[in-house]
């Protein structure tokens, strides 16, 4: 199947700085990539859908101005989250689909500790 | 509101049996429904899909049935084995409205050697 590269796989931080998380798609070009956050033992809650070349669609209660992305080519979407809290402590995960297809393709997650 | 509801957090089977999951959901919109499987610290991997205008498919040792009228799908494992231990999460999708998927809460399988 179709291969997503997300990168970093951990990142711990300090509340107050910013972290960039990179989805990239290997094998093929994704005009729209998902990013999805899931807490412990909770399932994948879909934060927001990247649209290559235009702004980002976020789903209710998710702050664009704390989460903010980027998707400036067909391969790369990119997900910062500003001024980090330890609230914001979770494992993002990315996802594209290959095609016209249902089927989505998940990175493998980052997973934010902020202390 | 939970569109997609998985009611067992948690399945233990001993290897070489049938796992069967079972997966709710409320929104009659929904026209295509997946089932993933995930190791923890990892991303979801796609296991096998079926559409609203199918009632089952089948994949090696993967089968989902699809029960449009109670709302409900379910996914059988058989036989199952000790790799297959792992959270498994269903997932929803309305075709007509970009392809964004609803998961529910998963459902965390273990299978004794």
């Known amino acids: 199947g179709a291969v997503v590269s997300q990168h970093p796989s951990r990142v711990i931080c300090k509340s107050g700085t910013s972290v960039k998380i990179e989805c990239r798609s290997l094998?093929?070009?994704?005009?729209?990539m998902f990013w999805y956050r899931q807490f412990p033992k909770q399932s994948l809650m879909l934060m927001a859908t990247?649209?290559?070349?235009?702004?980002?669609?976020?789903e209710q209660g998710v702050e664009k101005d704390k989460f903010l992305i980027n998707h400036a080519s067909l391969t790369l979407s990119t997900l910062t989250v500003t001024s980090a809290h330890p609230e914001d402590s979770s494992f993002y995960i990315c996802?594209?689909?290959?095609?016209?297809?249902?089927?989505?393709?998940f990175g493998s997650g980052t997973q934010l500790s902020v202390l | 509101d939970q569109q997609v509801k998985q009611n067992s957090p948690s399945l233990s089977v001993q290897e070489g049996r049938i796992s069967i999951l079972n997966c709710d959901y409320t929104n009659s919109m929904f026209d295509y429904f997946l089932w993933y499987k995930k190791y923890p610290a990892e991303g979801p991997t796609f296991l096998i899909s079926?559409?609203?205008?199918?009632d089952k498919n089948e994949d090696g040792r993967f089968t989902v049935f699809l029960n449009k009228s109670a709302k409900h799908l379910s996914l059988h494992i058989v036989p199952s084995q000790p790799g297959d231990s792992a959270v498994y999460f269903c997932?929803?999708?309305?075709?007509?409205?970009?392809?964004?998927?609803?998961f529910g809460g998963g459902t965390r399988v273990l299978v004794k050697p």
């Open positions: 997932a929803a999708g309305i075709k007509a409205a970009g392809n964004k998927l609803t």
């Open positions: 996802s594209a689909r290959d095609g016209p297809g249902e089927k989505l393709f």
């Open positions: 990247s649209n290559e070349g235009s702004k980002a669609t976020y």
């Open positions: 094998d093929f070009q994704a005009t729209t």
């Open positions: 079926i559409s609203s205008i199918k």
